[in-house]
């Protein structure tokens, strides 16, 4: 798939291999070089169970159900995904030769059916709990079949056999003081397998459908060693490794294990990188952008280490967002002066309900039902002015 370069200004900075915006400030449009191409564009950035808010926005506006098109059927030829938002736009993509409302609608269906929890396996479709006692006292599954809890369990101590074995002989060998050997021994993540969402990538998204998609894919992750962003697109995420691509997109840091990929492993990229850079380097003229926001929990209680760092994660993608925006921003200011298209940016923020629970973890199905109604209402009020869109109004 070619990569198209179309900007005149850039939002993206100094480091973007594209005309910065420095060097065209002042000049003329017949100096500079051509503006955005037209593409639509929608990015998708959901944690988690927090995504499922981004199935209602996704399905009111392919519906036409939204003031931000006109209440017209929104029709884009680009979808950008980070984090769970990437299964979200994989999934829409896989499923586009379908048509648009077939699509979503599949897409609601695996989350209602497949992602959300269910007393028929242990957890839900994304992730479960190594060693989980419980599972072997689930009565539901152990009917199904009898067997897999036990395969399960006795899988699981041989992964914290080896992987205790691994940290151990670390610990030995490491020359760091020891108290920085004993805070770097325990690691949350070997506790979750997201084994479940594997198998389920293999049944919900093809890869052949993948490949021959109308529908261009771009998925953001971030290489752990190297930081730096690494995007996926239709054919990279329809062949062999496809797969752990997509598991390593929605590796949350210090909660889900990274996945390995081509010597490198890779972790959820909302954190790192600008989730608006892959549209707007092919020349989107027109954003629709999901940022879900989590209800404030007003508890007392302390917070876990865990919790910590998801939300010192979330305010970085807040904070690498709200700078790809000012950039945006920025580009339409000039853009203004000299008489020229701006790019358009709706936002859309669906209010995810918390609670006691670390909410990227939260599949249960009372919470996605709420969250994709929510998303649904969010976009069929949308309000440009309330929402702060960029860019709207002006030709």
Same mark, same amino acid.
């Given at each position: 798939m070619t990569r198209k370069r179309s900007l005149g200004y850039n939002p993206l900075g100094e480091e973007s291999s594209d005309t910065t915006l420095k060097e065209l400030v002042?000049?003329?449009?017949a100096e500079a070089a051509d503006g955005p191409t037209g593409t639509v564009a929608i990015v998708l950035g959901g944690r988690g169970g927090e995504a499922a808010g981004e199935v209602g926005v996704l399905e009111a506006l392919l519906a036409g159900r939204s003031p931000a098109t006109g209440k017209a059927p929104l029709r884009p030829s680009l979808v950008v995904g980070s984090s769970f938002g990437s299964f979200n736009a994989a999934l829409l993509a896989a499923r586009w030769r379908h048509g648009p409302s077939q699509a979503v609608? =599949?897409?609601e269906s695996v989350w209602r059916e497949r992602l959300a929890d269910s007393r028929e396996r242990p957890g839900n479709g994304v992730f479960r709990f190594r060693g989980d006692p419980l599972d072997l006292m689930n009565p539901e599954r152990l009917l199904r079949r009898p067997v897999a809890p036990v395969v399960d369990f006795a899988a699981d101590g041989a992964f914290f056999a080896r992987d205790w074995l691994s940290r151990g002989l670390d610990f *030995?060998?490491?020359?760091?003081?020891?108290?920085?050997r004993f805070f770097s021994l325990p690691d949350l993540a070997s506790l979750v397998s997201t084994e479940p969402f594997a198998s389920l990538l293999k049944d919900t998204v093809g890869r052949d459908e993948l490949a021959a998609s109308a529908l261009e894919l771009v998925v953001v992750a971030t290489g752990w060693e190297s930081g730096r962003s690494r995007l996926f697109q239709n054919a990279e995420l329809a062949a062999t490794e496809g797969y752990s691509r997509l598991r390593g997109a929605i590796a949350l840091p210090g909660i889900f294990p990274?996945?390995? *990929?081509d010597g490198e492993r890779l972790l959820d990229g909302s954190a790192s990188a600008d989730p608006l850079a892959p549209a707007l380097e092919r020349g989107a003229a027109e954003l629709h *952008? *999901? =940022?879900t926001k989590l209800e404030a929990e007003g508890s007392e209680r302390e917070c876990s280490t865990v919790e910590v760092l998801e939300q010192s994660s979330r305010r970085q993608a807040r904070s690498v967002l709200e700078g790809s925006l000012a950039g945006v921003d920025h580009w339409n200011q000039v853009a203004a002066r000299e008489r020229r298209p701006p790019i358009v940016v709706h936002r859309y923020h669906p209010v995810v309900e918390s609670n006691d629970t670390l909410s990227v973890l939260d599949f249960s199905p009372d919470r996605i039902d709420d969250a994709i109604e929510e998303g649904r209402r969010v976009a069929a009020e949308h309000d440009c002015h309330r929402a702060r869109c960029l860019g709207v109004g002006r030709t």
């Open positions: 002042g000049k003329s449009s609608g =599949e897409l *030995v060998r490491s020359s760091a003081s020891l108290p920085h990274a996945v390995k *990929v *952008v *999901v =940022e």
